[in-house]
Nanobody, 118 residues
Framework: QVQLVESGGGLVQPGGSLRLSCAAS????????MGWYRQAPGKQRELVAT????????NYVDYVKGRFTISRDNAKNTMYLQMNSLKPEDTAVYSC???????????WGQGTQVTVSS
């Protein structure tokens, strides 16, 4: 069964850093544009960053530009999100998936909790 497993979250102080990982099973990972999403309590899931299948192009929402970096290693079927200068408003459950039209190629994983607090 094709699945996504997110890891790397935790509790960090404002200004700190975390590196999230998204491991995908199956061989299709390398052909998909992938994205990192987050969902804060009481809010809808939102797209944070995307990366094309080759890793050659990335996009970010304005409020993480310059702080977050998305990358991928297709040989390892893994995508990453380096998060620096974290703010309390970055607190959320972070998940990954491959967007397509109004749907996603994978079922959602459990995500990984990121809490930014002093």
């Amino acid at each position: 069964q094709v699945q996504l497993v997110e890891s790397g979250g935790g509790l960090v102080q404002p200004g700190g850093s975390l590196r999230l990982s998204c491991a995908a099973s199956g061989s299709a990972f390398r052909i998909y544009t992938m994205g990192w999403y987050r969902q804060a309590p009481g809010k809808q899931r939102e797209l944070v960053a995307t990366i094309t299948s080759s890793g050659g192009s990335t996009n970010y929402v304005d409020y993480v530009k310059g702080r977050f970096t998305i990358s991928r290693d297709n040989a390892k079927n893994t995508m990453y999100l380096q998060m620096n200068s974290l703010k309390p408003e970055d607190t959320a459950v972070y998940s990954c998936n491959a967007p397509k039209s109004n749907d996603y190629f994978y079922s959602w994983g459990q995500g990984t909790q990121v809490t930014v607090s002093s």
